[in-house]
C-alpha cells in the first residue's frame, strides 16, 4: 500500500495484476489491470510507477490538473 496524499490510497494485488485506488471515503475503486505480477509501486509527483517481477517497470502518468 502507497499513500498519494492524505485522500488517497494505492493497494496492488501480485496474484490478481492490478492496483485498487481507495479514497478516504472508503470507496475503492479499479485503478490499472492487466499487470504481470506487480510487487512494488510509488507515486512520484504527477505518475505512478509499478514494478513487476518480470523486470518491467512502468509509468502511469495522470493529465495535467489532476491528481493521483
Not at 496524499?5 to 485503478?31: N, Q, T
Request: aromatic letters at 6%; zero cysteines; proline letters at 7%.
Amino acid at each position: 500500500v502507497v499513500a498519494a496524499d492524505a485522500k488517497v490510497l494505492y493497494a496492488l494485488d501480485y496474484l490478481g495484476g492490478r492496483i485498487a485506488r481507495v479514497r478516504a471515503d472508503g470507496a475503492v475503486e479499479p485503478f490499472v489491470e492487466g499487470l504481470t505480477r506487480p510487487v512494488a509501486l510509488a507515486v512520484l509527483g504527477e505518475a505512478v510507477i509499478v514494478a513487476e517481477d518480470t523486470g518491467r517497470l512502468l509509468r502511469i502518468a495522470f493529465p495535467p490538473g489532476t491528481t493521483p
